[in-house]
């Protein structure tokens, strides 16, 4: 998840900080109003086409997160942040929030329960050089990419039958797994799901009426079908238990056996090599700890303002990469028509980044590529760079 420019951070313009800065009419100062994640600010001053950059950011713990990547704050960072701390922390701790989020979002963790030991293990080989948490898989490895390649299928079977002994405790759960574990998910699924068939079928009801009873639109039928299958919630399976006395062993009872159905199902993430390998926290922490090359070029402000409140010096170049509008990854109350108004307004090049924009605003270049805001998506946007109309105009600029 590593960044040639700024910080690992959901919708960053990294991919094409570049192209936008070659577009960007040249300037004694680069005005970031948006900074987020910092891409176009670290692109700016690497280029060496502007004397000075001024990054602004309103969200507290990103304008943090940068502030401290600059100053060289994370070189000693190391820290595991597991699911518990994430969720404590992910609201005041940059780092915690960026290097251990989902696609660096800074929303969901990064890692499922299943895989996190792994990962946390993974995470103390590379960043402590303590070997002690793979250890207690029975694997001895050296932690590099090289050894677990080279040994991909003998610490894949130790670590899935380390985490059913010592995560899923039971005995009988653990003898479950069999030689072949893709065929005992499959066998289980279908003895879980024929259970509810056949309690059904005792108490002479059709699907339909299991839904009706439940008030399902429908979803019962993933009760009994093989496709999507799955197992009832606890509030629908006590309903359930109210028609269909052959539901005779408690929830709790049942649900272990569910558990482990989806857990196996989680399990099989480890056939992929990339799930073995990689480790974001330390890949996304290299990007933080790269920016604070930019500290010593002593051409940098940073502030932690409204985008109306920066003040913004004489020759500069003004880039705003605002919330996109309509984008359910951004979840704001950003004003637009305000900020429409005051882009307008500005006697100054204001330049932004967008899907769409009014019409008062001229597009002068787009790029093609994977969504920005989802950066596991296969989803192409376009890429759009505006400025006003008037701007364009006045001074003929246009990328096609």
Not at 58 to 83: C, H, M, N, Q, T
Not at 108 to 137: N, Q, T, V
């Amino acid at each position: 998840m590593g960044a040639k420019y700024g910080m690992p951070y959901k919708g960053s313009k990294d991919k094409i900080a570049e192209g936008i800065m070659h577009v960007l009419p040249d300037a004694e100062i680069f005005v970031d109003l948006f900074g987020g994640g910092g891409a176009m600010t670290d692109c700016a001053l690497t280029s060496g086409k502007f004397r000075k950059a001024i990054y602004n950011e309103l969200d507290p713990v990103v304008y943090d997160g940068f502030r401290k990547a600059v100053s060289g704050e994370y070189a000693k960072e190391k820290r595991w942040i597991s699911r518990e701390d994430f969720f404590a922390l992910k609201d005041s701790d940059f780092y915690a929030a960026c290097c251990f989020s989902f696609g660096n979002g800074c929303k969901d963790y990064a890692y499922s329960k299943e895989i996190e030991p792994w990962k946390k293990a993974l995470h103390y080989a590379r960043a402590h050089g303590d070997f002690s948490e793979m250890e207690k898989f029975g694997i001895h490895t050296d932690g590099t990419r090289k050894d677990i390649t080279s040994h991909k299928d003998e610490y894949k079977q130790k670590y899935i039958k380390w985490y059913m002994k010592n995560v899923m405790l039971s005995d009988k759960e653990f003898n479950l797994r069999k030689e072949d574990l893709e065929q005992n998910i499959k066998e289980e699924s279908e003895r879980l799901r024929q259970y509810l068939i056949d309690a059904r079928d005792h108490s002479g009801l059709k699907s339909s009426d299991v839904d009706k009873h439940l008030g399902t639109n429908g979803m019962a039928g993933h009760y009994f079908g093989r496709s999507q299958w799955e197992f009832p919630t606890r509030e629908n399976y006590i309903k359930m238990q109210e028609i269909m006395p052959a539901l005779e062993r408690d929830f709790d009872d049942v649900v272990g056996l569910s558990t482990l159905w989806q857990s196996l199902q989680s399990l099989q993430s480890l056939e992929s090599l990339q799930s073995l390998q990689s480790l974001q926290s330390l890949e996304s922490l290299q990007s933080l700890e790269s920016l604070e090359r930019l500290e010593r070029l002593e051409r940098l402000d940073l502030y932690n303002l409204s985008y109306e409140q920066v003040e913004i010096p004489d020759n500069a170049v003004v880039y705003c990469d605002i919330p996109y509008r309509d984008t359910s990854s951004y979840n704001n109350d950003f004003e637009y028509d305000a900020f429409y108004s005051w882009a307008l307004s500005r006697p100054f090049p204001v330049f932004i980044s967008e899907y769409w924009m009014p019409e008062n605003f001229h597009v002068i270049a787009e790029w093609n590529r994977a969504s920005l805001l989802s950066p596991n998506s296969r989803k192409q946007e376009t890429e759009k760079l505006f400025c006003t109309k008037k701007l364009a105009v006045d001074k003929q600029l246009s990328f096609f």
